[in-house]
């Protein structure tokens, strides 16, 4: 008895276990048919046409700003500023005097020597007169010749001072700010100020390193302010033969009209490296960065049985160039290739995608 008890248990333990699990199989099967019934996932994603173009490759050197007509005004002599006749920031006219100084001790000198030599000469022409009747001798004649020279040559010699003590304008300029004021004791060699050419030509000097690209005579460069805005084009106007020794670069100037750009002001220079090549503009945006580099996802059409029309293929690229949100890369695309835009982080390599619209262009 007590082991049909136990059959009975065991048996009834088995239908049961044999019904639920009967019910749960059914049940997942039919949840199996519902999922099999929902569309697969896909993205919705824009795109648009890659565009072939040609891209130059370029290096962006550094240069500074000349002006053609540039001086230091500075004092050949030391002495007292007595005049500074024009203003700062003032235009000078050629041959104007930008700074006099004390200058009335060298003239007062010179007055002297200019009535001794009076005095010579008076003495010179009586002599002479005195020569023709026998009444001078000619010792006395070559004194007074000799001390005429002699006069002159000390004339001449605080003339020299003189224009030392004065500075003009050697063209038309504008003048920097003054470092001293009427008064001010000026060394010589010292630095009044500045004087700039009113000219609007300029000069933008720079080096090129020894294998990075060849300049020559003619060539067009492009120039971007140090925040890298566009400031025109110069033309090459000189190059150099010879290498400088520590860098091993050679200097270049170029010529542009850009009466903006100041007198030693620094600016980038995009010079060409070599040939232009073949290349692809994409939008910034539909290009990926992972672990395996830079990649975009081509729209290949999908299989006839496919509920969305494309399939995602991954395209690795070599980026070149970023401009303005347009990235210049090279790959293996074919003409007519489009691939995916807005949306593009959303997908993965072979999943569906869905176009929606054509990406603008800008």
């Known amino acids: 008895m007590r082991s049909l008890s136990w059959i009975v248990t065991f048996s009834c333990c088995a ?4 019904v639920l699990g009967g019910i749960k199989y059914f049940q997942i099967s039919a949840a199996m048919a519902m999922a099999a019934e929902f569309p697969p996932p ?3 994603v824009t795109a648009t046409e890659v565009d072939q173009t040609q891209w130059t490759p370029v290096r962006r050197l550094t240069g500074t700003i000349r002006a053609p007509s540039f001086i230091e005004v500075s004092a050949e002599a030391t002495g007292k500023i007595v005049a500074l006749p024009i203003t700062a920031g003032s235009v000078a006219k050629k041959n104007d005097i930008i700074m006099q100084l004390f200058d009335e001790d060298i003239k007062a000198q010179r ?8 005095l010579v000469a008076t003495q010179l022409e009586r002599v002479e007169s005195l020569m023709g009747r026998s009444l001078a001798s000619q010792d006395q004649l070559d004194t007074l010749l000799a001390r005429n020279q002699s006069l002159r040559a000390q004339i001449a010699a605080v003339e020299a001072q003189l ?3 004065t500075v003009y304008a050697p063209f038309d300029g504008r003048l920097g700010i003054y470092t001293a004021t009427v008064g001010d ?10 004087l700039t050419g009113v000219s609007s030509t300029r000069w933008v000097d720079f080096k090129v390193p020894q294998g990075v690209a060849r300049v020559s005579l003619g060539t ?11 400031l025109g084009e110069a033309t090459v106007i000189a190059v150099a033969d010879a290498l400088s020794p520590g860098l091993r670069a050679y200097e270049v100037r170029a010529e542009l009209n850009a009466p903006t750009l100041r007198h030693g002001e620094l600016v980038l220079i995009e010079v060409q490296t ?11 945006h539909a290009v990926r960065w992972d672990v395996d580099g830079s990649h975009v996802f081509v729209l ?34 074919s003409p007519g290739e489009i691939i995916a835009t807005d949306g593009a982080f959303k997908l993965s390599d072979g999943a569906l995608a869905k176009r929606v619209q054509e990406a603008s262009r800008g």
Not at 15 to 18: A, D, E, K, P, R
Request: proline share 5%; aromatic share 8%; no cysteine.
């Open 274 to 284: 070599s040939r232009p090549q073949a290349a692809f503009a994409i939008p910034g």
């Open 111 to 118: 007055a002297a020597l200019e009535a001794d030599l009076n």
């Open 220 to 230: 067009t460069v492009k120039l971007f302010s140090i925040d890298k805005e566009p």
């Open 163 to 165: 224009t030392r003590l």
């Open 185 to 194: 004791l000026m060394e010589a060699g010292e630095v009044l100020t500045t």
């Open 300 to 333: 290949i059409s999908a299989e006839e049985d496919a509920y969305a029309p494309f399939r995602a293929e991954r395209r690795n690229i070599v980026v070149l160039d970023d401009k303005a949100g347009t990235i210049i890369a090279t790959g293996k695309f």
């Open 42 to 44: 896909y993205s919705v």
């Open 15 to 18: 239908l049961v276990t044999g």
